[in-house]
């Protein structure tokens, strides 16, 4: 079965800090993949995505994704962190075969401490 | 407004009773999502529209589950004989086609007492 990974269900970090939040999935077929982010109180909201082309994917807020299909991974960084990043990131994937169907990870809270 | 609208926001309600759920998408988006987040979980795929084409099932939990998309637009989600187990968020999204980016809704917190 296709799944999505996210190991670290929360990360604490001080504002400025570097953060990485970890992204892992299944299959090394052709995927589609998406960051989104759930601000508290807020629905989700797309952050970032790669559908082809280049494997490093930004956002218009600093944050970035690189896809890296050997080791079958979309990790999203950021090199400085605020206080307004403080939120629950969800990593999604659709695989070859049924782009219709979304795999969610099961998100990861970050907590960035002034 | 032009975003995914959800109703009730809350629904509380007795076990066994059925709850209806429902979801306006954007206007002209075809592919139309049931997302279930219960607490510390991550979104569980329940159903899946895109336009007139047979829906995809696959995430019903199970037969008392159901869902229904009139005319291309609005969505029900109808849960028959609650259990407790089924507390949770429901979340909506919709988006223009399959693999695109989806515009979630703010989500049906339904609680089962």
């Known amino acids: 079965a296709q799944s999505v990974t996210q190991l670290d269900s929360q990360v604490p970090v001080f504002e400025e800090a570097p953060v990485e939040l970890r992204c892992n999935y299944s299959?090394?077929?052709?995927?589609?993949l998406f960051w989104y982010v759930q601000y508290p109180n807020q629905g989700l909201q797309l952050l970032l995505k790669?559908?082809?082309?280049?494997?490093l994917v930004e956002s218009i807020n600093g944050f970035e994704a690189e896809f890296n299909k050997s080791q079958t991974s979309f990790h999203l960084r950021k090199p400085s962190v605020h206080i307004s990043d403080t939120a629950e990131y969800f990593c999604?994937?659709?695989?070859?075969?049924?782009?219709?169907?979304?795999?969610f990870g099961s998100g990861t809270k970050l907590n960035v401490k002034p | 407004g032009a975003g995914v609208s959800q109703s009730p926001s809350n629904k509380v309600t007795e076990k066994g009773k059925d709850v209806e759920l429902r979801c306006d998408p954007i206007?002209?988006?075809?592919?139309l999502y049931w997302y279930r987040q219960s607490l510390g979980q991550g979104l569980e795929f329940l159903i899946y529209?895109?336009?007139?084409?047979?829906?995809?099932k696959s995430g019903l939990p199970s037969d008392r589950f159901s869902a229904e998309r009139t005319g291309g637009s609005v969505s029900t989600l109808t849960i028959q004989r609650t259990q407790q187990e089924d507390s949770a968020v429901y979340l909506c999204?919709?988006?223009?086609?399959?693999?695109?980016?989806?515009?979630f809704g703010d989500g049906t917190r339904l609680s089962i007492l």
């Open positions: 999204a919709s988006s223009t086609w399959a693999f695109q980016p989806q515009h």
């Open positions: 299959s090394s077929v052709s995927v589609y």
């Open positions: 790669y559908l082809s082309g280049s494997t």
């Open positions: 999604a994937v659709s695989f070859l075969y049924n782009f219709n169907k979304f795999y």
């Open positions: 206007s002209g988006h075809t592919a």
């Open positions: 529209f895109q336009g007139n084409s047979a829906p995809d």
